[in-house]
């Protein structure tokens, strides 16, 4: 009895060998604009490549994010892919700002034009992945129990793609529609005369609230930290433009790769302090009138760095807001007051300001009255129990590794890749983990962020460039070593000194009070700006991608 129960036992496991035996030379978790180009990338070596994917369609950000009103904040021309000249031929932006269903229409647009859809597996939420160092591969499993086995897992999982809703007491008690903006339903929701609350007021709520209250019946907005906002200036472009765009493709993204966030706005070389005043408050009227994020990206270079500069453009912008808005004592709640401008991610806006003087528009500030609980009719405050049809949860993401940590990842010796950096990410490069061997991270923690294509299509090619090389040799496993962790962990850490921004809760610094574990202030970006990023990069290939193990 116990014989052939060992020997069906045994079966079923050379069975399960047998399924998993090199199913793909890689599997790619998510096909967004990073995923994607990644399943380019490695058709064009020839490999047999599977990307999962959690959506229904194609798009990652641009799939899940229909919430009204978002668009990018990017410049548009700035956005797309730049691989393929022909795609630049035949892609026309309509607008400045592309809003969510032109972006899906594109990056819809290039699976098809490239064919990349056959090796895309929509449906396909990837639970777990654990490295079996015998094969030298992963075994892959998804949500719905399936299992495939691949040497490499590439992942592609995006930044602020874990979304989390509130710690609120009632959530689920609520009997009216509710939705978090990354899960926005596909059909339309109609907000005529309804009474809608948003919840949050960072870079989603700031597009979404002027796009609800124009039909609203009526809009209460909780906020409990203001963000520094600065108008996004949208607008159409036409034929005459798109031609223009079209000849300037090359400066425009020769320009993108001489910036620190890769955007066309680069930081002006002079401080504050070099100018008189009245050229300092011309500057920052000429920044606020025009597109974009130049009043961010492109202000003074001392500005994210220097108290003293940075009081200077607070105190304009908050100048600005008290103009916009009527009631001032409203005005000075939308005001921050516990950081400076630009010190969290920059929320661009068109008329957000302005939709606080309208009669059906009206601000809790949970900081005088925080909410107690949702109810099954509204939302109870210490103050006042409001009743709604509709809640928008506008609470954020656990930013940077909340992707990760959502998938069961186990590297050598089923060590968890979620424990490994509970204290937070350690990587090389932002692109290999030690103990992960054959796990490359498209756009992980420490990796150079910013205009996230721009971004994105480097590490993928760098991606692909290493896995190249390990191919041309024989090599069947990439693993970073602790000296290649170490040295690359400390210079992130050292570049994060002196940044405001890494003085302040935001995603940004990995802070969300809503995720247990993630209340402690990180560094969790790579600041020293894409080119240096890039150079550090493009050293390590040139000398043999020296300081990784490769056998
Ligand atoms: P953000 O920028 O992280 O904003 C989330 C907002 O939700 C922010 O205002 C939070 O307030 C608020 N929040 C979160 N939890 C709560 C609770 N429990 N109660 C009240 N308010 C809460 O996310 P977004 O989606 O707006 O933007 C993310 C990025 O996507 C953006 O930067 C772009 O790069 C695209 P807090 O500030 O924590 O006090």
Redesign the pocket.
Known sequence: MIASQAAVRNIEADSIKADLAAEFDAVIIGAGVSGLYQLYKLRELGLKVRVFETGTGVGGTWYWNRYPGARF?SESYSYGYSFSQELLEEWNWAERFAPQPETERYLNYVADKFDLRRDIQCNSRVSAAHYQEETRSWDVTLEDGRRYCTRLLITAIGV?SAPTM???AGVETFQGQSCH?HYWPKVPVDFAGKRVAV???????VQTIPEVAKTAGHLTV????P?WCAPLHNGKIGEEEMRRIRANYPDIFARCLETPGCFIHNPDPRATSEVTPEEREAFFEKLYAEPGFGIWQGNFRDILVDRKANALISDFVARKIRERVKDQAVAEKLIPKNHGFGTR?L?LETRYYEVYNQPNVELVD?NETP?ERITPTGIKTSDAEYAFDIIIY????DAITGSFDRIDIRGLDGRRLKDKWSAGPQTHLGILVEGFPNMLMVMGPHAGLGNFPRAAEYSVEWVTGLIRFARDRGLTRIEATPAGVAQWTDHVMALGEGLLANEI???MTGVN??VEGKQVRRIMRYSGGHPVFRACCDAVAADGYRDLALA
């Open positions: 904040d602020l509130p710690r609120i903006t919840i949050g007021t960072g870079a989603t709520a909780f906020q409990r930290t963000n991610r929320p949970i909410i506008a609470t954020g993401f809760d935001s995603w009070r809503n």
